[in-house]
Antibody, heavy 117, light 112 residues
Framework: QVQLVQSGAEVRKPGASVKVSCQASGYIFNNFDIHWVRQATGQGLEWMGR????????AYAQKFQGRVTMTRDTSISTVYMELSGLGSEDSAVYYCARRVAVRIPDWGQGTLVTVSS | NFMLAQPHSVSGSPGKTVTITCTRSSGNIANNYVQWYQQRPGSAPITVIY?????PSGVSDRFSGSIDSSSNSASLTISGLRSEDEADYHCQSYHNYNQDCVFGGGTRVSVL
């Protein structure tokens, strides 16, 4: 079965960076885009960007342009999302998710990132 | 760029029907498929409707989706409301030109 397993919770100080990993299994890694979505406590889902693991092509939401970088390591079927210049407003649960046609049927378990001085 | 607007919350009694709307701010709602996700506290979202009105296997037929071009909105209807339906529901679509993802703000469904 398809699994997306994310790295564990992180705590960072304001101004720092965080890198979250998402390891995929159960399907052909290169064939499906991975999206990153975050959710602050009590808030809705916020799309951050996507990566095509096969080509390495990325697209980022305008809000995160210049602060987010998505990369991948195809040898271990893992996609990474790095967010820099963290502020308290970046405290959230970060999800990776696999897009299939128009659906997003598969989600990671989420990674809690806390930004606090 | 367009946005998707949802009511903050809706509620209903067990056995009743509730409808959640998702209004597109610009461009035609019919231009891009709308998906609906259910999210229980502490869990990742799951798809309940995709391509406007299709149900994934395993999703109850009490969930149905539709679009209305006159109001430029999509709707998720839950009939025969049950306590297990208490959750947040998020609509989602894509930009036409670059396929970037857009989510609505989410709607909390409460069963009275």
């Amino acid at each position: 079965q398809v699994q997306l397993v994310q790295s564990g919770a992180e705590v960072r100080k304001p101004g720092a960076s965080v890198k979250v990993s998402c390891q995929a299994s159960g399907y052909i890694f290169n064939n499906f885009d991975i999206h990153w979505v975050r959710q602050a406590t009590g808030q809705g889902l916020e799309w951050m960007g996507r990566m095509n693991p096969g080509s390495g092509t990325t697209a980022y939401a305008q809000k995160f342009q210049g602060r987010v970088t998505m990369t991948r390591d195809t040898s271990i079927s893992t996609v990474y999302m790095e967010l820099s210049g963290l502020g308290s407003e970046d405290s959230a649960v970060y999800y990776c998710a696999r897009r299939v046609a128009v659906r997003i049927p598969d989600w990671g378990q989420g990674t809690l990132v806390t930004v606090s001085s | 760029n367009f946005m998707l607007a949802q009511p903050h919350s809706v509620s209903g009694s067990p056995g009743k029907t509730v409808t959640i709307t998702c209004t597109r701010s610009s461009g035609n709602i019919a231009n891009n498929y709308v998906q609906w996700y259910q999210q229980r506290p502490g869990s990742a979202p799951i798809t309940v409707i995709y391509e406007d009105n299709k149900r994934p296997s395993g999703v109850s037929d009490r969930f149905s989706g539709s679009i209305d071009s006159s109001s430029n909105s999509a709707s998720l209807t839950i009939s025969g409301l049950r306590s297990e339906d208490e959750a947040d529901y998020h609509c989602q679509s894509y930009h036409n030109y670059n396929q970037d993802c857009v989510f609505g703000g989410g709607t909390r469904v409460s069963v009275l």
